[in-house]
């Protein structure tokens, strides 16, 4: 079974630009999140997406976090303009159903804000 | 409010040794538990989960315990080895409580 497949890897930019992310979770999940990951923290939930419809964006930057999940499948997380402190590995995971679930994550987006 | 594990930050372990990784929890509400491991440079990967009407669970090489009545929980892992060297979160959730991961622990195995 393929996993969470994430892209890209790594990316680099300087503070006031755009940075978007792209994730694929595995085939019939229908819950997908977007998780930010500090070094040294836990994962913190940005999004969560039960198919195509927001089931919770409390913790989302509303002001320059933008995230969507088309068609209930892929979803794209953008950041615009980036600050200093969005540096942080992006992770995305999925899972069957949602709820309290274990979850599925991939490698993550490792972003680093000059 | 939210429930979060605290952890201390760093364990190490000789290698051969058993391990035991430790959250705490203050949210009563709290009734499904999660351990993840993370190696460097990837996700979070599942180990073992717990919910409220046990108090044991097993797996391979890893035991999960909670203790409802102080709010805690533990991992212990068998016979250490080099490739459980990682950061271990706990995860919980339960009540109308946001899922939360706690801060993690850094296990270090010495060969």
């Known amino acids: 079974e393929a996993g969470v497949a994430q892209s890209p890897r790594y990316k680099i930019i300087e503070k006031r630009q755009s940075v978007a992310f792209w994730c694929n979770p595995i085939?019939?999940?229908?819950?997908l999140y977007w998780y930010q990951q500090i070094l040294g923290q836990g994962p913190k939930l940005l999004i969560q997406f039960q198919n195509n419809g927001v089931v919770d964006d409390s913790q989302l930057p509303k002001d320059r976090f933008s995230a969507e999940r088309l068609k209930g499948v892929d979803s794209t997380l953008k950041i615009q303009p980036a600050k200093l402190e969005d540096s942080a590995v992006y992770l995305c995971a999925s899972s069957p159903e949602g709820g309290d679930e274990k979850l599925f994550f991939g490698s993550g987006t490792q972003l680093s804000v000059l | 409010g939210e429930s979060v594990g605290l952890h201390l930050p760093t364990l190490s372990v000789q290698e051969g040794d058993n391990s035991i990784i430790n959250c705490a929890y203050s949210?009563?509400?709290?009734?499904?538990f999660i351990w993840y491991k993370q190696e460097s440079g990837k996700g979070p990967q599942f180990i073992i989960d717990i919910r409220s009407n046990m108090d044991k669970r097993q797996g391979q090489r890893v035991t999960v315990l909670l203790n409802k009545t102080v709010k805690h929980l533990s991992l212990q892992i068998a016979a250490t080895q080099p490739g459980d060297s990682a950061v271990y979160f706990c995860?919980?959730?339960?009540?109308?409580?946001?899922?939360?991961f706690g801060t993690g622990t850094k296990l270090q195995v010495i060969p």
């Open positions: 085939s019939g999940h229908a819950t």
């Open positions: 995860r919980l959730s339960g009540g109308y409580q946001k899922v939360t």
């Open positions: 949210n009563s509400a709290s009734d499904y």
